[in-house]
């Protein structure tokens, strides 16, 4: 089984741009969540979706959006870049997103706003 | 305040060595996984354990859960070069609606030297 791919793997933007990231989970699993990890705060947990519906959403500010297609891959959006953004985004799917929540992660894509 | 405090955050060994990793949380969990990181990838899961006590063994790993869903540990008999890398723990909070939501501690770089 193909494993979460993520794409672009590397982006390079400047502040006020605005990007998309790309996810596509593991075949069959329908759970797609969000992560953002930098060196100071690690991973943090920025939205999840399920069935085309987000259900759980983390602590950053509106301009961190996403979706989820019918097919379960995932886009998320980032708009007004801001320096702080840059980090790895990290994307993880699972079968459901519930108990035991045992997330599978794709090798990110590295954002750096300058 | 983290969540999930994860000790030590840095770890450096001889090849050889006996290690222990600590992850606790004045929380309960419903599950707790660890994951092992190398530079510029995804997080990869290693083991999830989902009842209070359980004791999991992957090769040279053994993992334990807490009796309480608390707190977890990592020990690693006999480390090699290969185990180094970021090892993280990372949780699901019982109760309310954690969908797709894993809570990670800070993590611990362990380097084993040859």
């Known amino acids: 089984k193909a494993g979460v791919t993520q794409t672009p793997r590397y982006l390079i933007k400047t502040r006020g741009q605005q990007v998309t990231l790309s996810c596509s989970p593991i075949s069959g699993h329908r759970s797609v969540s969000w992560y953002q990890q930098t060196p100071g705060q690690g991973l943090q947990f920025l939205f999840e979706?399920?069935?085309?519906?987000?259900?759980n959403k983390g602590n950053f500010p509106g301009r961190f959006s996403g979706r989820q297609f019918s097919n379960s891959r995932s886009e998320m959006n980032v708009s007004t870049l801001e320096l702080g953004d840059s980090a790895l985004y990290l994307c993880?799917?699972?079968?459901?997103?519930?108990?035991?929540?045992?997330?599978?992660f794709g090798p990110g894509t590295r954002l750096t706003v300058l | 305040t983290q969540l999930l405090e994860q000790s030590p955050q840095f770890l450096s060994i001889q090849e050889g060595e006996n290690l222990t990793v600590y992850c606790n949380s004045s929380?309960?969990?419903?599950?707790l996984q660890w994951y092992r990181q190398e530079p510029g990838e995804g997080p990869v899961l290693l083991v999830t354990?989902?009842?209070?006590?359980e004791v999991k063994k992957l090769k040279r790993l053994t993992f334990q859960f807490g009796d309480a869903r608390k707190d977890s540990s990592l020990h690693i008999t006999a480390a090699q070069p290969g185990d180094t890398g970021l090892y993280l723990c990372?949780?699901?909070?019982?109760?309310?609606?954690?969908?797709?939501?894993?809570?990670f501690g800070q993590g611990t770089i362990l380097t084993v030297h040859p």
């Open positions: 929380s309960v969990f419903s599950s």
């Open positions: 993880a799917s699972s079968l459901y997103g519930g108990r035991p929540n045992e997330q599978f």
């Open positions: 990372a949780g699901a909070r019982a109760g309310g609606t954690s969908y797709g939501k894993l809570t």
């Open positions: 979706y399920f069935s085309e519906t987000q259900r």
């Open positions: 354990v989902v009842t209070g006590g």
